[in-house]
């Protein structure tokens, strides 16, 4: 289970709270630092924190700390949906009008890149709405509450 540290931003009575996860990026683990352009494009373009609700039967305090936990098999299934499919979708639909421009006639080359960006972009918005799908159905869980933060007074 891939676990992740939330903060209580609301709680609803109706059994809902909501949640506010710090996005992590890859970037800033390096030795390149600012001189990095991808690091540079990733801060630029990154959403900072994400805010979602989670169904709960006890009560929060707002600004208390909750672990989360997602099982591994959700992302594997949504990256598996977002990544392969339209690389399978690019070989069928390179494929499939490469054999229509052979029996044709005409410049297969030219037919079958434009079968192949066709196949991968059909592909990619089948496995995106599925991912969707499979996202709403896979809400994260509370493993434990991990108390309010400690403040330092100056």
Known sequence: ???EIARVVAN????WVVVEVEMKSACNHCESGDSCGTSAVSKAFSPKVQRFSIQ???QFVKGE?????????VIL???TLV???PLIGLFIGAFSANQIGSLIGSASELLSIS??????FCFWAVGKKAAKRLEAQAQPVIIKSLGKPIEIAN
């Open 1 to 3: 289970m891939m676990e």
């Open 77 to 79: 299934k949504a990256a």
């Open 115 to 120: 079968g192949a960006l066709v196949g991968s």
């Open 12 to 15: 609803g009575n109706s059994g």
């Open 56 to 58: 709960s039967d006890r």
């Open 83 to 85: 990544y392969i499919l």
């Open 65 to 73: 700390r909750l672990k989360l936990g997602l099982p591994e098999s």
